[in-house]
Nanobody, 123 residues
Framework: QVQLVESGGGLVQPGGSLRLSCAASGSIISINAMGWYRQAPGKQRELVASITIGGSTNYAGSVKGRFTISRDNSKNTVYLQMNSLKPEDTAVYYC?????????????????WGQGTQVTVSS
C-alpha cells in the first residue's frame, strides 16, 4: 500500500516562507499526479497545487505567483515552496498522490492521502 509522509509545516510570520515535502513509499509502479490540498477550520478541503508526472502544474488562483510545486520523480517526492505567506494561508496541508501499485491481486490504482501538516501564518 502506498503511503505518504509530509513534513515542513510550522509557524511563520506574514510575508515569510515555508517549504513542504511529501515522500511516497510502498509498492509503487507509477505516480501519475501529486498535489497539495489544504483545509482551514470550518472550510472544505481545497486544491492548492498539483503536478503531473510530466511536470504540468495547476494552481489555485489564491496562491499563483506565491507558491511553487515541484517533484523529484527519482525520490517519489513532491515539494511546495510557499512564499509571501498570508494569514489566510493558515490551514492543515495534505499531500495527495494517485497512480498504480502492486497489490495483493496484482496491479491496481491508488489515490492516497498523507496525514496532514499544520501551517500557521501569524504575527
Amino acid at each position: 500500500q502506498v503511503q505518504l509522509v509530509e513534513s515542513g509545516g510550522g509557524l511563520v510570520q506574514p510575508g515569510g516562507s515555508l517549504r513542504l515535502s511529501c515522500a511516497a513509499s510502498g509498492s509503487i509502479i507509477s505516480i501519475n499526479a501529486m498535489g497539495w490540498y489544504r483545509q482551514a477550520p470550518g472550510k472544505q478541503r481545497e486544491l492548492v497545487a498539483s503536478i503531473t508526472i510530466g511536470g504540468s502544474t495547476n494552481y489555485a488562483g489564491s496562491v499563483k505567483g506565491r507558491f511553487t510545486i515541484s517533484r523529484d520523480n527519482s525520490k517519489n517526492t513532491v515539494y511546495l515552496q510557499m512564499n509571501s505567506l498570508k494569514p489566510e494561508d493558515t490551514a492543515v496541508y495534505y499531500c495527495n498522490a494517485e497512480g498504480r501499485e502492486w497489490g495483493s491481486r496484482g496491479i491496481s490504482n491508488y489515490d492516497t492521502w498523507g496525514q496532514g501538516t499544520q501551517v500557521t501564518v501569524s504575527s
